[in-house]
């Protein structure tokens, strides 16, 4: 990932960028396991926010597709329609860990 690019897109300087972004793995992570418990729970609702919540931190991150996968379960889950919400929450930790393990090799 250019995280030059990403940073300078924000009007950032990369370190800062990403200092944000392991921010939002941290915070991401604690609306996964929300989400996750959710899921256990049937709470769509629950599901829902913390669905949103990563999708506006990864938009305006610029992580496009974290923030994508995410909306598609806050929309479905805005209608009580949990199917495909564990494996994209699933899919969003994994990349989550990638962004993680980017972060530390620089």
Known sequence: MDYK???RNLGLEEN?????ITLFVEVSNSDLDRWEAGLQQSDAEKVRESAHSI???AVNLGLQEI???ALKVEVNA???N???APEAASKIRKMLDQLADEI???
């Open 104 to 106: 530390k090799s620089k």
């Open 55 to 57: 999708k506006g931190a």
């Open 67 to 69: 923030g994508d996968t």
């Open 82 to 84: 949990l199917t495909g």
């Open 16 to 20: 800062e960028y990403l200092e944000m």
């Open 5 to 7: 690019t990403l940073a």
């Open 78 to 80: 805005r209608e009580k």
